[in-house]
Nanobody, 123 residues
Framework: QAQLAESGGGLVQPGGSLRLSCDAS????????IGWFRRTPVKEREGLSC???????YVDDSVKGRFTISRDKAKNTVYLDMNSLRPEDTAVYYC?????????????????WGQGTQVTVSW
């Protein structure tokens, strides 16, 4: 059964870095766009970044320059590298899959979702 599983969350100090992983078991990355989203008390599903089936990437202006998306097709895994983390980056982070041709992280376009991983940025 195809599923998405996030990992790599945790507690990090402001200015620190984390790498989130999305294990996309059962999803052929040649046919899906994988996106990263986060949920906070004030934003239900904020789209951050996505990588399309052909490897093109999009990063939202809100995190551009700090967050980078990449993938390892051999491992069927998509990564979100987060640098210069701020307290306002504290959220539950999700990866999600959409059919190929999806080029931006608009939550309503993504059908399959992982369970999320908590990221807390604090002293």
């Amino acid at each position: 059964q195809a599923q998405l599983a996030e990992s790599g969350g945790g507690l990090v100090q402001p200015g620190g870095s984390l790498r989130l992983s999305c294990d996309a078991s059962g999803f052929n990355l040649d046919y899906y766009t994988i996106g990263w989203f986060r949920r906070t008390p004030v934003k239900e599903r904020e789209g951050l970044s996505c990588i399309t089936n052909d490897g093109s990437t999009y990063v939202d202006d809100s995190v551009k320059g700090r967050f980078t998306i990449s993938r390892d097709k051999a491992k069927n895994t998509v990564y979100l590298d987060m640098n210069s983390l701020r307290p306002e980056d504290t959220a539950v982070y999700y990866c999600a899959a959409a059919i190929r041709g999806t080029v931006v992280p608009v939550a309503e376009w993504y059908k399959y979702w992982g369970q999320g991983t908590q990221v807390t940025v604090s002293w």
